[in-house]
């Protein structure tokens, strides 16, 4: 589906890709790259359009982030980070969501890990913590965090041994960013820690995903983590088709100093047909999974469990496929595939980078798994 995101994300990357150099070396995206982001809305992608958003339908989301994936997985993985906050501010009540995103060109940062701790005060919460590998934290204007709700000096408790937890909304200035991110793969995310020291949050500002959603439209009935699934899968497509193509350009080139030059060698050919046709394969299905949960919001939802047991199972297929695909296309790039002039270096680390993520883990395919033997999932995300 040829979307005005599509476009901008394919007008986007060659700048991208002569930006690259740059993002790396500043451990951050490179800024002409960022003012596109934020022109083309590309960061936006899963907010109202009444919010200057581009709700654009999950499967066709998926062709902007594997664009956005194929030129610098860094670029595309800001882009995606964004979503969560959007996603989830289905939560809030609509006047505060409007204001969370009432200017157009504010970027968003978050982490899932429940490190901070939110005190109950009589008009909101007091918050205090530091969280790790916070992506995009420098351009962001706004941030989400996950905290415990304590009480009376210790944490509220749900059900035994289940603490509350609360999503936090804050502005920029309200936090400090230490300088953390000293890493090889996904370097140009800028994924640093945050800290907050004891700043009041009003309770409005504050979210949890077992309240209902205040968003009457298909972007407030999607299911919210495997549709993050969808998209990691996305991305990770995105890598490991710029590392076949660049194979394939390496056999128009590269001249070994003895044997056959590459495109005469059955295994590097056999690599690339088999490979080619894996990621084909896992793309058509991911797209597939994706169109029926976006059809299933359209009609009104809820998803079925087994439409997202299906989507688990195809973002994850999809990342297992595109980390073999790289591999297999770094290896057989030989000499080449060290130096960091060439695409294969790059995208093996991202690559590995990016199968690090929690959303990306054997967890969900085994709560997938019991899903098929008419179990139910463990995982308290898995169908939210």
């Not at 740059?22 to 809305?41: C, F, H, K, S």
């Not at 060109?105 to 008009?123: I, K, N």
């Not at 995310?189 to 979210?207: E, I, M, N």
Request: net charge neutral.
């Amino acid at each position: 589906m040829n979307t005005p995101a599509l476009v901008a994300a394919r007008e986007l990357s060659p700048l991208i890709v002569r930006l690259r150099d740059d993002t790396e070396a500043n451990r951050n995206i490179a800024a002409p790259i960022v003012d596109r982001l934020r022109d083309g809305r590309l960061c936006r992608l899963a907010v109202a359009e009444a919010l200057a958003g581009l709700a654009v339908p999950l499967d066709a989301a998926l062709d902007v982030y594997e664009t956005l994936a194929y030129a610098d997985a860094s670029v595309a993985w800001i882009a995606w980070n964004n979503s969560l906050p959007c996603f989830l501010s289905r939560f809030l009540a609509p006047g505060m969501r409007a204001e969370v995103f009432s200017d157009p060109r504010w970027l968003y940062a978050c982490s899932t890990r429940p490190t901070g701790r939110a005190t109950v005060t009589p008009d909101g919460y007091r918050v205090t913590g530091r969280w790790g590998i916070v992506s995009g934290c420098e351009l962001a204007e706004w941030i989400l965090l996950l905290c415990v709700v304590e009480e009376n000096g210790k944490p509220r408790m749900r059900a035994p041994d289940v603490p509350e937890l609360r999503f936090v909304f804050l502005r920029r200035g309200s936090y400090e960013i230490l300088d953390t991110w000293h890493v090889g793969g996904l370097r140009g995310t800028g994924s640093h820690d945050v800290v907050v020291k004891d700043v009041p949050v009003p309770r409005a500002l504050t979210l949890f995903v077992s309240e209902p959603s205040t968003l009457d439209a298909p972007l407030g009935r999607l299911p919210i983590i495997c549709s993050m699934a969808a998209v990691y899968g996305a991305q990770v497509l995105g890598v490991a088709q710029s590392a076949v193509d660049t194979l394939v350009e390496l056999t128009t080139t590269k001249v070994p100093p003895e044997g056959p030059a590459l495109r005469e060698r059955p295994a590097v050919l056999g690599e690339i047909g088999r490979h080619s046709a894996a990621l084909d394969a896992a793309r058509s299905y991911l797209r597939a999974c994706a169109a029926q949960l976006w059809r299933t919001a359209v009609d009104g939802g809820p998803p079925a469990l087994d439409e997202i047991t299906a989507m688990w199972g195809a973002g994850l297929h999809a990342a297992s496929v595109a980390e073999a695909a790289v591999d297999a296309m770094y290896a057989a790039g030989g000499i080449n595939s060290l130096y960091t002039a060439c695409p294969l270096e790059r995208a093996h680390r991202d690559m590995h980078a990016m199968r690090r993520h929690i959303v990306g883990q054997p967890m969900w395919l085994e709560d997938a798994g019991r899903v098929r033997l008419g179990a139910k999932p463990t995982h308290p995300l898995y169908a939210v």
